[in-house]
């Protein structure tokens, strides 16, 4: 009864969501801009923020907490939600329009958390991340090295059904980025930019105090997995940050789907965390 009870009030908020676009289209909602990073306290910024801030890629934005209306499973008070579906996933795009603000104008911003990432390209693209503890490797090598050992072992375990045979690598930028390769000729020989630097100081959300990082997975095989295993990518990435590490973190920017949308969200050992604030 749970579950029905739950599909049915998916459908029903894909619905609303669905009208209040239409509504968009026929009507001049109030203008609204969801609040740019540099604008908003630090203690306001939801965990995925600050997790996508440390690998150094820009483009999202928080959806502030009073917007977003209550959905099954989602608490209010916590961005982050443990083992939620797809269907669960595009329900947080939901939105109770705030007093003062339009249907039209709120169905916006809640479409704002299933949109693909702002203006830098590294947020329009998936990305695993990797910040190895400076006890676990002697050099920038040897980090990158683990980094992608893990990540190889984590698919293994998470996905029976086949792999992709496309190779992964590791790199100093993330994918998209502008300086991904030193060279022409690197491009062609798909040889990133490696990671070179020495242990520094780990994000605070990170228990090594020192670390290699951020390192970059890169061409990672997430979207194939998926489809071998019959899985979305979004659940794909869920199921295997369960085997990985405390610090590996898998970014999925979002997709816009004609039905059940994903919004923009990070993995972490079996935990999704939204760009929702505080």
């Known amino acids: 009864m749970g579950s029905t009870s739950t599909v049915?009030?998916?459908?029903?908020l894909a619905a609303a969501?669905?009208?209040?676009?239409?509504?968009c289209a026929t009507q001049s909602p109030k203008s609204f801009q969801l609040p740019e990073p540099k604008d908003v306290p630090k203690e306001k910024w939801s965990d995925a923020?600050?997790?996508?801030?440390?690998?150094?890629?820009s483009g999202q934005r928080d959806v502030p907490i009073e917007m977003v209306g209550g959905v099954d499973r989602v608490s209010p008070a916590n961005s982050s939600v443990a083992g939620l579906g797809d269907a669960g996933l595009s329900a947080i795009g939901y939105v109770s329009p705030p007093s003062g603000m339009s249907g039209g104008a709120a169905a916006g911003v809640g479409l704002g958390l299933m949109l693909l990432g702002?203006?830098?390209?590294?947020?329009?693209?998936?990305?695993?991340?990797?910040?190895?503890?400076?006890?676990?490797?002697?050099?920038?090598?040897e980090a990158s090295a683990l980094a992608l050992q893990k990540v190889e072992e984590a698919r293994r375990k998470s996905f029976?059904?086949?792999?992709?045979?496309?190779?992964?690598q590791t790199g100093r930028y993330p994918d998209g980025h502008s300086r991904s390769?030193?060279?022409?000729?690197?491009?062609?020989?798909?040889?990133?930019?490696?990671f070179a630097d020495t242990p520094a100081?780990?994000?605070?959300?990170?228990?090594?105090?020192?670390?290699?990082?951020?390192?970059?997975?890169?061409?990672?095989?997430?979207?194939?997995?998926?489809?071998?295993?019959?899985?979305?990518?979004?659940?794909?990435?869920?199921?295997?940050?369960k085997y990985l590490p405390e610090w590996i973190y898998i970014y999925h920017p979002g997709q816009r789907l004609r039905k059940d949308s994903i919004p923009a969200a990070i993995f972490n050992q079996g935990r999704a965390l939204y760009f929702v604030g505080k």
Request: hydrophobic fraction near 40%; include cysteine; glycine fraction near 8%.
């Open 49 to 57: 923020m600050h997790v996508l801030t440390a690998m150094g890629i």
């Open 181 to 194: 390769y030193a060279t022409p000729s690197d491009i062609f020989a798909e040889r990133p930019t490696p």
């Open 160 to 168: 029976s059904g086949g792999l992709s045979k496309l190779g992964m």
């Open 17 to 23: 969501v669905a009208f209040l676009v239409g509504c």
């Open 118 to 141: 702002g203006s830098s390209d590294p947020a329009r693209a998936t990305q695993v991340v990797a910040w190895v503890p400076s006890d676990q490797a002697g050099s920038p090598e």
């Open 8 to 12: 049915i009030r998916v459908s029903v």
């Open 201 to 241: 100081a780990s994000p605070s959300f990170l228990a090594s105090p020192r670390s290699y990082g951020p390192i970059f997975i890169r061409h990672n095989q997430f979207t194939l997995d998926a489809y071998k295993n019959d899985m979305t990518t979004s659940e794909a990435m869920l199921q295997a940050s």
